[in-house]
């Protein structure tokens, strides 16, 4: 039984409670200012007699009531009585007045967790996340403070006058829908505006949650699928029309395990080992016909851990050290089990064949004949659109997301071909998707740009990366500290270009700062 349930019980078990306080508790609860997370025990713990309150040790003895008032401020918790509220039955008697200031506290409260759980569900910045919600607290003049990791939220509401906390856990499962993520985003605008109130917003937040997400029929991700593994196999990987068609082929295989894991979490379980595995077999028993370093990566793209690498970096960069140490180790997981289930497919294809797996493990990922960059005008926004539809964002902020992946990938393709620049390539790519991302927040007046952003980066690759250092390793063509340069020197420059784009573009940020990195 909690603190509040216990109070309650004593009140109701004592007698203490009037036939006015009674009615006043019915009129509460048949009231439309309450929504229906908020229990009744915290609200009848709030209704007891002065005797009562002074019994369980919540307001001082009687002799001291005279000279208590309502505290303007009036936090959670603590509130005195006037003695001019009496009734002639019994003692003083809670007014309305009091218990609408209550409710609306506990209703300012529900709102910050319902918000809290929907920017999880919905994909916002975790690193964020923090001061986010205390600027919108602060707003709404609430003493509370924040602890966020990867899918869960420590809240804890605070009251000075009592010196008392009350903490809540607010599990949700990380996810990405960044349509809705911008509607929840201007719910918390419209509430930190004035333009709305909470009670309102809480309602906004609650249908937002409650509503299905959009998802588009099985047959069009399948489609996706091999539409991303092509483009991605014919422009990131260098692979020619042969390695891209196979990229392809191989992709609707791993689309339709991603389908099934869905629906069964036992295959979910094995979506990063068996698809790698049989995607690298069948590279290695046809490799005399295409180059194999086109084809394991890019049908296996969206099992990639290159948004987690690059969020890792740039919560750590950002001083959110828990949060990012365990995306950092996730995806470094996920990129390990990755490259080692592409290495033994790759064994099992050199065993069908009757190679020899000494001299077959020296060149896994030679460079491949890609095609001319001017295919790149045509596949990079095919590829986007499949990223998309992959984060579900909104249709009418399509163009601005292509814009941003095609500035990405130019501007890192140039810069390579300049040996100075080359290390810190991604970085400077980095730097101006987070530019351009801010200009089309002000031009397109959005509260966030996480969508621009999430598909600008992506495609920077660096889980690729991590994935083909991973399996070099295994193949003993790598040492551990080279791969360890490897998979996270490119992540690392994401998160400096991130971080800085957001210190040249502060002035436009601040107004944003919803969706800003």
């Given amino acids: 039984m ?64 005279s000279s208590l008032r309502l505290d303007e401020k009036f936090s959670a918790g603590y509130f005195a009585l006037s003695k001019t509220h009496q009734s002639p039955e019994a003692g003083a008697v809670v007014d309305d007045e009091l218990v609408n200031k209550i409710a609306e506290i506990l209703e300012r409260q529900d709102f910050l967790m319902h918000l809290a759980r929907a920017w999880h569900a919905f994909g916002a910045p ?53 349509s809705r993520l911008e509607q929840a985003n201007q719910v918390s605008k419209q509430v930190r505006k004035g333009r709305a109130t909470v009670h309102e917003s809480l309602r906004k937040i609650e249908a937002l949650m409650a509503a299905p997400a959009h998802q ?53 379980y094995l979506l990063t080992v068996i698809p790698p595995a049989i995607v690298s077999l069948v590279a290695t028993l046809v490799s005399d016909y295409v180059c194999f370093a086109a084809v394991p990566l890019a049908a296996t793209i969206n099992l990639l851990p290159g948004l987690s690498l690059a969020l890792a970096m740039l919560e750590l960069s950002s001083s959110n050290i828990i949060c990012g140490a365990v995306r950092l180790i996730a ?116 509260s966030s740009s996480a969508d621009i952003v999430f598909v600008g980066i992506i495609q920077l690759v660096p889980g690729s990366t991590g994935v083909r250092s991973f399996v070099s390793l295994l193949s003993e063509e790598l040492s551990a500290s080279s791969l360890t340069m490897s998979m996270l020197s ?18 436009e940020l601040r107004r944003f700062k919803l969706g800003s990195f």
């Fill in 2 to 65: 909690t603190m509040e349930e216990e109070v309650e019980t004593r009140r109701f078990s004592s007698g203490a409670s009037t036939p006015l306080q009674s009615q006043s508790f019915q009129n509460l609860r048949t009231s439309t200012l309450l929504p229906r997370s908020i229990s009744s025990a915290r609200i009848s713990a709030l209704m007891m007699t002065p005797e009562a309150l002074a019994k369980n040790g919540i307001i001082p003895p009687p002799s001291t009531q």
């Fill in 126 to 178: 975790v690193h964020r996340m923090e001061t986010n919600l205390m600027e919108v607290a602060r707003y709404l003049r609430i003493d509370a403070c924040f602890f966020t990791v990867p899918g869960l939220t420590l809240i804890s509401f605070g009251d000075t006058a009592t010196h008392s906390s009350e903490t809540h856990i607010v599990r949700a499962t990380d996810g990405y829908d960044m």
């Fill in 216 to 268: 588009f029929p099985w047959y069009v991700r399948i489609l996706v699928c091999f539409l991303q593994s092509f483009c991605v196999s014919a422009t990131l990987f260098h692979g020619s029309w042969r390695e891209a068609l196979l990229a392809g082929a191989l992709g609707l295989l791993v689309g339709i395990s991603e389908l099934l894991g869905a629906t069964h979490p036992t295959l979910g």
């Fill in 331 to 446: 995806a470094t997981m996920a990129s390990f089990v990755i490259g080692w289930s592409i290495s033994i497919g790759r064994s099992l294809g050199v065993a069908a064949r009757g190679w020899d797996q000494q001299s077959q493990t020296t060149s896994v990922f030679s460079t491949c004949s890609g095609l001319s960059l001017w295919w790149w005008i045509l596949l990079v926004p095919i590829s986007s659109i499949g990223f998309n539809i992959w984060f579900k964002v909104h249709w009418k902020r399509w163009p601005a997301t292509i814009a941003a992946a095609g500035i990405g990938l130019a501007i890192q393709t140039s810069c390579d071909r300049v040996a100075v620049l080359r290390p810190i390539s991604a970085g400077i790519a980095a730097f101006a998707v987070g530019g351009f991302s801010a200009i089309c927040g002000r031009v397109l007046k959005s």
């Fill in 490 to 507: 490119t992540s690392i420059s994401i998160a400096v270009g991130l971080l800085l784009s957001n210190g040249a573009m502060y002035s």
